[in-house]
């Protein structure tokens, strides 16, 4: 008969060793079986390097506080947003296009000025890029007053009313020839300011920026009733 010399084989051998013995009492057999048992764990874990398995921590992140912005803060942005509308819109002016004035225009009049835009007689034309158009009238065009200007500024406001709404007023004027601090009150109703500057009148509904008056406050007292 062939015997296994190898590891598993004394292993195998060791562990049945017991019961090959006749006449040796079978609960001593039993017992000499169960020492031959933790010899070969103890063994086992010598020749292979038994390892306990590793706990790995479960670490709990705190779940971060959302940020509310303060009511500032979202003045302070609203500014910011409307100053960004004020540079499109007179990029818009100053290329004489009407339709990229559409989009700021209000929801209700904009089918109508989209249409008075494509005719050049109209008022709403003249208003904006034709003065010579009106008869009777020495007031320039919104696009006279920012063409003819050295410096074409946008002067932004924002301002908060009782029932917690922001309307924002936007001012277009002539930096070289006006200051921000210029444009109050005491100034924005002369004969001087209604040459030199334009404006137009929005409110914020739903984080967005709507205009409240027709385009740049035409045949309005908007900036004087402010």
């Not at 002067?155 to 444009?183: C, M, N, W």
Request: hydrophobic residues 40%; aromatic residues 10%; proline residues 5%.
């Amino acid at each position: 008969m062939q015997v296994d010399y190898s590891l598993k084989g004394k292993l195998s051998l060791y562990l049945h060793e017991p019961f090959r013995h006749n006449g040796i009492d079978s609960s001593w057999a039993k017992g000499r079986f169960v020492l031959n048992i933790v010899v070969v764990m103890w063994l086992c874990c010598f020749v292979s390097g038994c390892k306990s398995p590793q706990r790995t921590a479960t670490i709990t992140q705190p779940t971060p506080s959302p940020v509310v912005a303060s009511p500032a803060d979202e003045q302070a942005a609203a500014l910011r947003e409307l100053r960004v509308i004020g540079k499109k819109i007179v990029t818009a002016v100053l290329a004489k296009d009407g339709g990229a004035l559409l989009p700021f225009d209000r929801d209700d009049l904009r089918l109508q000025d989209e249409a008075s835009i494509k005719d050049k007689n109209t008022n709403l034309y003249c208003y904006l890029f034709d003065s010579t158009c009106i008869s009777g009238t020495k007031i320039p065009s919104v696009y006279e007053k920012l063409s003819k200007a050295q410096q074409p500024e946008v002067y932004a406001s924002v301002t908060k009313s009782p029932d917690g709404r922001l309307y924002g007023l936007l001012i277009f004027y002539d930096k070289s020839q006006l200051s921000e601090k210029q444009l109050n009150a005491d100034f924005v109703c002369t004969d001087k300011a209604l040459n030199t500057i334009s404006s137009w009148h929005f409110v914020l509904s739903g984080g967005k920026w709507n205009a409240i008056t027709p385009l740049f406050d035409m045949e309005t007292d908007a900036l004087c009733s402010d």
